[in-house]
């Protein structure tokens, strides 16, 4: 079984500063892991992903997360926040098999930026 | 190209009404995924096609939930005798169903769906 534990509820930043949005996952397998984000009133929409190439992986927006799995960690990181920013953003991993890959999603961080 | 599209974006219904919701897929997907997500957390998953076929519907709550997908391409989430609890966004994702691993999957918008 595979599970997601997105340890902040939510993470307040300043404007300019920069972002951790931390991850641990349990799988079975060799996981494929996402991080998705969910402005208000609009779909979800994928940032990065990663599986099983490069343990860091780069996505939109200059956000980035590394691979870790000795520590079973997909945080999500990025050098300078900006207001447009805040939204929730949401740790996903997937094991997949004959019947498909579902995803598995986390609880969810509330990211909020300050000016 | 147009992504995943759902109707109706928003539902009021009452306690005890059949409702349906519709997920029309990116053009040429032929996995489509049913996802619910409860005020205050994550997706969880519902239900998967592969073309018409319901290859896993292990997260679907009751057998008060049904759904189809009759032609391959636009899937209808189908809820009997709603409770207040089945409020919630009902998210739809698509992915190509080609790649033979873990592919990215597109997410609608949602239904949001109110049961007073």
């Known amino acids: 079984a595979q599970s997601v534990t997105q340890l902040d509820s939510h993470v307040s930043v300043s404007e300019g500063t920069p972002v951790l949005l931390r991850c641990n996952y349990s799988?079975?397998?060799?996981?494929?892991l996402f991080w998705y984000v969910q402005h208000p009133n609009k779909g979800l929409q994928l940032l990065l992903k990663?599986?099983?190439?490069?343990?860091l992986v780069k996505g939109i927006n200059g956000f980035e997360a590394e691979f870790k799995k000795s520590e079973t960690s997909f945080h999500l990181t990025k050098p300078s926040a900006h207001m447009s920013d805040a939204a929730e953003y949401f740790c996903?991993?997937?094991?997949?098999?004959?019947?498909?890959?579902?995803?598995?999603f986390g609880g969810g961080t509330r990211l909020m930026v300050k000016p | 190209g147009a992504g995943v599209s759902q109707t109706p974006s928003n539902k009021v219904t009452e306690k005890g009404k059949y409702v349906e919701l519709r997920c029309d897929p990116i053009s040429g997907h032929t996995a489509l995924y049913w996802y619910r997500q409860s005020l205050g957390q994550g997706p969880e998953f519902l239900i998967y096609f592969q073309g018409t076929g319901a290859a896993d519907d292990s997260g679907l709550p009751n057998d008060r939930f049904f759904a189809v997908r009759p032609e391959g391409s636009v899937s209808t989430l189908k809820i009997q005798r709603t409770e207040r609890g089945d409020s919630a966004v009902y998210l739809c994702?698509?992915?190509?169903?080609?790649?033979?691993?873990?592919?990215?999957?597109?997410f609608g918008p949602g239904t949001r769906l109110l049961v007073l």
């Open positions: 994702a698509s992915s190509s169903g080609l790649a033979g691993g873990v592919e990215t999957q597109y």
């Open positions: 996903v991993v997937s094991d997949y098999d004959n019947a498909g890959n579902m995803l598995t």
């Open positions: 799988s079975s397998y060799s996981p494929s």
């Open positions: 990663y599986t099983s190439a490069a343990t």
